[in-house]
């Protein structure tokens, strides 16, 4: 079902080389057990025609919904910074209490605006220890089946058509998209639930 696709060109987005702080990584080993326990963060690329937009998301990785995006023009924090007001506008400050949020140590997750929005919420904090994508790897595979599914099948004219169409994607991604990782489910369905999901792979980095 997945066919090669010509190799495009990529786009840094992650700069570490900072002075903020850098949290540890409290997720190591941690199975979610429901939805809105440990959220991961990424930004990635889209290519458009007038030029190249950056996508910050926040999936949870128990569900695997994306519960926060922002679409903008530049790396600048404010766009992960409204992606993570979606996302905890979603749920109260005991949910917000007893969450983990991960990233990478990228300069926008450190920055002193990011961090106090999570600290205003009670939310704990949590980044990657190195460079390897296998740290955040549901973010990575979030953002990788957005790509390969649609985007990279798509002409995308405009940043404005492209706001637009990641709209619908994402909201097809959550309310409709299967993903083997949870038993054959979407997300939304599964972020209503508690308990171990049922998974229907084995190597769990090699499928969504």
């Not at 007038?50 to 695997?64: A, F, K, P, Q, R």
């Not at 992960?80 to 996302?87: G, S, V």
Request: aromatic share 8%; with cysteine.
């Amino acid at each position: 079902m997945m066919v090669r696709l010509k190799r495009r060109r990529r786009y840094k987005t992650t700069d570490s080389r900072h002075h903020y702080r850098k949290y540890p990584n409290l997720i190591a080993d941690v199975v979610p057990s429901r939805p809105n326990e440990i959220w991961v963060s990424d930004i990635t690329y889209v290519e458009t025609d007038e030029g190249v937009c950056y996508l910050s998301l926040i999936t949870d990785t128990y569900s695997h919904k994306i519960v926060g995006w922002a679409v903008g023009p530049t790396l600048e924090t404010v766009y992960p910074l409204n992606a993570l007001k979606m996302a905890l506008a979603t749920i109260d400050d005991v949910t917000a209490s007893r969450l983990i949020h991960h990233s990478d140590r990228g300069c926008q997750y450190c920055s002193n605006e990011y961090v106090s929005e999570l600290k205003k919420r009670h939310v704990n904090i949590s980044m990657t220890q190195s460079g390897d994508p296998l740290e955040n790897a549901i973010a990575e595979r979030a953002n990788g089946i957005l790509k390969v599914e649609w985007l990279y099948k798509m002409r995308i004219t405009t940043r404005d058509e492209c706001r637009s169409i990641l709209d619908r994607i994402i909201d097809f991604y959550n309310t409709q998209r299967p993903h083997m990782s949870i038993g054959m489910q979407p997300p939304e369905a599964v972020h209503m639930q508690t308990g171990e999901q049922r998974r229907c792979w084995k190597n769990s980095w090699a499928m969504g």
